[in-house]
C-alpha cells in the first residue's frame, strides 16, 4: 500500500484566497483524521470521520474551515478565505476501526503558507 | 481539554547514549501511544500501551504506561544518528468522556543525536 497520500505537498497562497488540501487514505480504513501542526499550538486534530461521516469537528477553528469525505478513498479540507495565521503543516491520517487503539497512520503533510 | 506534558522540551546528546523522556498529564487515558517525526514527514508510530503498567520494547527503545494511567516514559538505549527528530507521546481520551475516539498528542521532544 502506498500510506495516506496528501496533496499538493507544499501550497502558497494569497490571503483572501480559497485552499483546498486533498487526502487519501489507505484503502480499507475507515477512520480518518485532520491535524495541524504549528509551533505554538503543536499538533491539534480538526476533525474526524468514521466510514465517511464527521464525528467530531470541535477543533475546527472558524467557519472559514470545512471537510468533506465523499467517498472512503477522498477527503478534502477546504478554507476559504484563507489567512496568514492559517500557515501551518496540515496532516491527514487514517485508521483501522481504531480511535480505540491510536493507531494511525499520517500522510506527509501539506505546508500551507498565507502570504 | 485534556492536555499532555511532555519533558524535555529538546535533547542533546552524544551517540551511544542513552535517552529518556516522560509525559504526564492530569487527566486518565485508556491508551498511551509514543511517536516518531522525522523532517518533513508525518509521526510515525512507534509504541502502542493499553494496559496500566504494561512495559513493552521495539528493538532499542522501551515505553511504559503510568500505573495511575496519567503517565508514561519512552527510553531509547545507545542512540544513534538516525534517532534524530521530534517524539510525541499520545493519550487516547476515555469512554463516556468530551475526547473519547481523540488522540490527544503532547507538545514534542526534539532529540539530537551528535556523532
Known amino acids: 500500500d502506498a500510506g495516506v497520500i496528501q496533496s499538493p505537498r507544499h501550497e502558497v497562497t494569497e490571503m483572501g484566497q480559497e485552499v483546498t488540501l486533498r487526502c487519501k487514505p489507505i484503502?480499507?480504513?475507515?477512520?480518518l483524521f485532520w491535524y495541524r501542526q504549528t509551533m505554538m499550538r503543536g499538533l491539534e486534530l480538526l476533525i474526524y470521520?468514521?466510514?465517511?461521516?464527521?464525528?467530531?469537528d470541535s477543533g475546527m477553528p472558524e467557519d472559514r474551515f470545512s471537510a468533506k469525505m465523499p467517498n472512503a478513498s477522498f477527503s478534502t479540507l477546504k478554507i476559504q478565505p484563507s489567512e496568514p495565521r492559517d500557515s501551518a503543516v496540515y496532516f491527514c491520517a487514517s485508521s483501522l476501526g481504531a480511535t480505540l487503539h491510536g493507531r494511525y497512520t499520517f500522510g506527509s503533510g501539506t505546508r500551507l503558507t498565507v502570504v | 481539554g485534556q492536555q499532555l506534558n511532555q519533558s524535555p522540551q529538546s535533547m542533546f546528546i552524544q551517540e551511544g547514549e542513552d535517552v529518556s523522556m516522560n509525559c504526564t498529564s492530569s487527566s486518565i487515558f485508556n491508551t498511551w501511544l509514543w511517536y516518531k517525526q522525522d523532517p518533513g514527514e508525518g509521526p510515525v508510530l512507534l509504541i502502542a500501551l493499553y494496559k496500566a503498567g504494561e512495559l513493552t520494547s521495539n528493538g532499542r527503545l522501551t515505553a511504559q504506561f503510568g500505573i495511575t494511567r496519567k503517565d508514561s516514559f519512552l527510553n531509547i538505549s545507545a542512540s544513534i544518528p538516525s534517532d534524530v527528530g521530534i517524539y510525541f507521546c499520545a493519550g487516547l481520551g476515555n469512554a463516556g468522556g468530551t475526547s473519547y475516539g481523540k488522540l490527544t498528542f503532547g507538545q514534542g521532544t526534539i532529540l539530537t543525536v551528535h556523532p
Open positions: 484503502s480499507g480504513h475507515d477512520y
Open positions: 470521520f468514521n466510514n465517511n461521516v464527521p464525528i467530531d
